[in-house]
Nanobody
Framework: QVQLVESGGGLVQAGGSLRLSCAGS????????VGWYRQAPGKQRELVAA???????NYRDSVKGRFTVSRDNAKNTMYLQMNSLKPEDTAVYYC???????????????WGQGTQVTVSS
């Protein structure tokens, strides 16, 4: 069974920093494309940052220069370093992985349960 577990969310003042982590299990993590999405109340889920199995990254324009996505394949973990946080960054942040489940040996699109990030003004 594939599991993605996020941690590191919380309440922070504008201008502050947080580091999110996503630990994966049951998936061929190092061969998976992974990313962070977020969903604010009343809004659609949107891609924040992604990192491919080869290490290529992409970011939504509003977080470029402030957020950094990285991965440690030895730990099956992805990170999102968020600096200079703004109130508009407030959302539930979800980890996503597109890869092969170890038990099923089938490709899939997997999601974590989400972690709340709240930025106060």
């Amino acid at each position: 069974q594939v599991q993605l577990v996020e941690s590191g969310g919380g309440l922070v003042q504008a201008g502050g920093s947080l580091r999110l982590s996503c630990a994966g299990s049951g998936i061929t993590f190092s061969f998976s494309d992974v990313g962070w999405y977020r969903q604010a109340p009343g809004k659609q889920r949107e891609l924040v940052a992604a990192i491919s199995s080869g290490g290529s990254t992409n970011y939504r324009d509003s977080v470029k220069g402030r957020f950094t996505v990285s991965r440690d394949n030895a730990k099956n973990t992805m990170y999102l370093q968020m600096n200079s946080l703004k109130p508009e960054d407030t959302a539930v942040y979800y980890c996503n992985a597109k890869g092969w489940g170890i038990a099923t040996m089938r490709p899939g699109d997997y999601w974590g349960q989400g972690t709340q990030v709240t930025v106060s003004s």
